[in-house]
């Protein structure tokens, strides 16, 4: 019998809630000179949280859609006022932060449909989406030219403009099961919760899938899917909690399956 062990890799990370204003303190004065606020601070202690235990790392999260937002420059009390006009210096300000911490890792944002903006300028709903995704796919070209490996989004429900721009190696979008047919109409890599493993044997009957990330994975999750999977095409994955963020990477890195040979 052996022990199988797989990658971890983040979706990135809730906002944090259990901040330590001592050390938030002294790390401001560590950053005098520097462009800095408190979603600077969110990225760096959320990404160094990851570092021991996650082997793809993912700074950003849910929390990051204001610094995306503010990215547009057209926004305003979540209304769109004029035309798009992006200004990603603040993004890649953070992307060079992450870099310093760790080189070529993923960033989590929310999907143009899950920022949640309104429109008050356009006039018209698909050419908002388109606009809205042509601006933010070109938000993410300037990360990864700046270093970022690549784009998780996450939605509760996807839009087929959103993933007809969001498709490809350098995209993992992160979906409720119940959308995982729409998603493997555009990807063949899927993220699913260790309740919808149930599911492979009907997905992999229509689709093609390549890898596959279980969401707080448990052995027994895990066992299903080996079913199905080489151990070298899954991964285990999460998005960290407002608290105890180490902890929950530890735990994960330590789901582990006996098997016998």
Not at 22 to 38: H, P, Q, V
Not at 47 to 64: H, M, N, R, S, T
């Given at each position: ?22 050390a938030?303190t ?19 202690t ?6 021991p ?40 300000e953070?992307?060079a ?7 070529h890792?993923w ?7 899950a ?7 356009i ?18 070209r ?10 998780i ?7 087929n403009?959103?993933?007809?721009y ?10 409720p ?7 493997l109409?555009?990807?063949r ?17 229509t ?7 279980v969401r ?26 407002e ?19």
């Amino acid at each position: 019998m052996r022990k199988l062990t797989f990658p971890v890799r983040s979706l990135g990370s809730a906002l944090p809630s259990d901040i330590d204003t001592s050390a938030l303190t002294e790390w401001i004065r560590s950053r005098y000179g520097k462009e800095t606020d408190l979603t600077t601070w969110n990225v760096e202690t959320t990404l160094k949280d990851q570092l021991p235990f996650v082997e793809i790392p993912a700074a950003g999260g849910a929390f990051y859609s204001d610094r995306i937002v503010d990215a547009f420059n057209n926004v305003e009390d979540g209304k769109i006022i004029r035309d798009f006009d992006p200004k990603p210096h603040a993004l890649l300000e953070d992307a060079a932060l992450a870099n310093s911490i760790k080189k070529h890792c993923w960033w989590s944002i929310p999907s143009p449909s899950a920022l949640k903006i309104e429109d008050a300028y356009i006039g018209d709903a698909d050419e908002c989406r388109v606009s809205l995704s042509e601006t933010l796919k070109s938000l993410c070209r300037e990360m990864r030219d700046a270093g970022i490996a690549g784009h998780i989004l996450t939605t509760e429900e996807p839009e087929n403009i959103e993933l007809e721009y969001f498709s490809g190696k350098r995209y993992l979008w992160v979906v409720p099961d119940s959308y995982l047919e729409t998603i493997l109409e555009v990807q063949r890599d899927i993220v699913i919760t260790r309740e919808g493993v149930s599911r492979l044997s009907d997905l992999m009957d229509t689709y093609e899938i390549r890898n596959i990330c279980v969401r707080d994975a448990d052995p027994e999750s895990l066992s299903a899917v080996l079913t199905y999977f080489d151990p070298e095409n899954i991964n285990i994955c999460g998005t960290a909690p407002e608290k105890g963020r180490v902890s929950y990477w530890e735990n994960l890195s330590r789901v582990s399956v006996n098997k016998t040979d």
